[in-house]
């Protein structure tokens, strides 16, 4: 059984930092690569980062670029966002998911999400 449980989401005011954490359990942690993506009201769903299973990062969205920080700890089987000098626009419901390591975007297994609301 493989799940994804996301924490660490909040309310925080613009300039602020939060850290999410996302625990994964079964095998998907040593051969998968993880991601988090984030959904605001009213908007589609976007890909934030990604991270490969090696541990280094191969992608930011452009919105996240030099504020944002993924990274991945195999003693503890979790991945973690870093989110600095949050912005109001950041605010949405942010889930980890997990891919097949490689090129692919076929996210296979989902977290339930964790909210995010930066204050202005």
């Known amino acids: 059984q493989v799940q994804l449980v996301e924490s660490g989401g909040g309310l925080v005011q613009a300039g602020g930092s939060l850290r999410l954490s996302c625990a994964a359990s079964?095998?998907?942690?040593?051969?998968?690569?993880m991601g988090w993506f984030r959904q605001a009201p009213g908007k589609e769903r976007e890909a934030v980062a990604r991270v490969k299973r090696s541990g280094s990062s191969i992608f930011y969205a452009d919105s996240v670029k030099g504020r944002f920080t993924i990274s991945r700890d195999y003693a503890k089987n979790t991945v973690y966002l870093q989110m600095d000098s949050l912005k109001v626009e950041d605010t949405g419901v942010y889930s980890c998911?997990?891919?097949?390591?490689?090129?692919?975007?076929?996210?296979?297994?989902w977290g339930q999400g964790t909210q995010v609301t930066v204050s202005s």
């Open positions: 079964g095998h998907i942690f040593s051969v998968y690569d």
């Open positions: 998911a997990a891919v097949p390591a490689g090129d692919g975007i076929d996210y296979q297994y």
